[in-house]
C-alpha cells in the first residue's frame, strides 16, 4: 500500500509505502468554545483553544480567578494527560478556598503588631 499525501511543507506530493493506515480525526475545540470564553472572560488562543494564565507556571488557571481548565477545552490531550491537568485543577480550586478562607479569618482578627495587615 501507498500513501499519498500532499503538504505545504512538502511542497508538492509525497508517496510513502507503508504496511498499515491508521486513520485519526483532527480533534478542534467546539462549536461553542466562544461562548464559554465569554462568559468566563476567558481569553482563546489562535487556534480557538481556552488559553491557560501560563504557559509553563499555572497550566490549569485562566486569566479570570478561580476558573479553572482541565482537559480537551485547553488543547487535544489523551486521557492520561487529561486526568493529570483535572486533578491539577481540582488541587489548584481546593487551594484558592483554603487560602481565600484564611485571608478572612486574618481579616476577622484585625491588625496585630506581631503582623502586617493582610492587603488583597
Known sequence: ???????????????????????????????????FAKLFTNDRRADGFVMERHVKLDTVATATDRVFIAGCCESPKDIPDTVAQASTAAEASIFAELIEEMVKQLKKLGPSPLREEVKV
Open 1 to 35: 500500500m501507498t500513501v499519498i499525501a500532499e503538504g505545504r511543507l512538502l511542497g508538492g506530493i509525497a508517496r510513502v509505502p507503508v504496511h498499515m493506515v491508521i486513520s485519526c480525526p483532527a480533534l478542534g475545540p467546539r462549536s461553542d468554545a466562544e461562548d
